[in-house]
Nanobody
């Protein structure tokens, strides 16, 4: 019914930048909060940043001042601009959205398949 597809991951040197995108498609009536999460090998999935429909944001402490989350509601697309990347940012990054589907009366959480970000020299 709903698909979230991430793109933009890759290999980057320390100090570099990447921009992740997450495109939502399917039988979408409305998307509420959206967010980026990441999971490093052997670690639990953790919050990176979230954004409300109106644009209110919150960030995990390790990424504050370096990452910027944004969204284009008209395109049902979420972004994450990552600057000043560090080796410890290496992880699979997942997109998440709270979605109300067409004809539905409740929200459900949907996840993308993830995109690998590797920060290494």
């Amino acid at each position: 019914q709903v698909q979230l597809v991430e793109s933009g991951g890759g290999l980057v040197q320390p100090g570099g930048s990447l921009r992740l995108s997450c495109a939502a498609s399917g039988s979408i009536f409305r998307i509420y909060g959206m967010g980026w999460y990441r999971q490093a090998p052997g670690q639990q999935r953790e919050l990176v940043a979230r954004i409300t429909t109106s644009g209110t944001t919150n960030y995990a402490n390790p990424v504050k001042g370096r990452f910027t989350i944004s969204r284009d509601n008209a395109k049902n697309t979420l972004y994450l601009q990552m600057n000043g990347l560090k080796p410890e940012d290496t992880a699979v990054y997942y997109c998440n959205g709270d979605v109300q589907v067409q004809g539905g009366s409740y929200r459900a959480a949907y996840w993308g398949q993830g995109t690998q970000v590797t920060v290494s020299s």
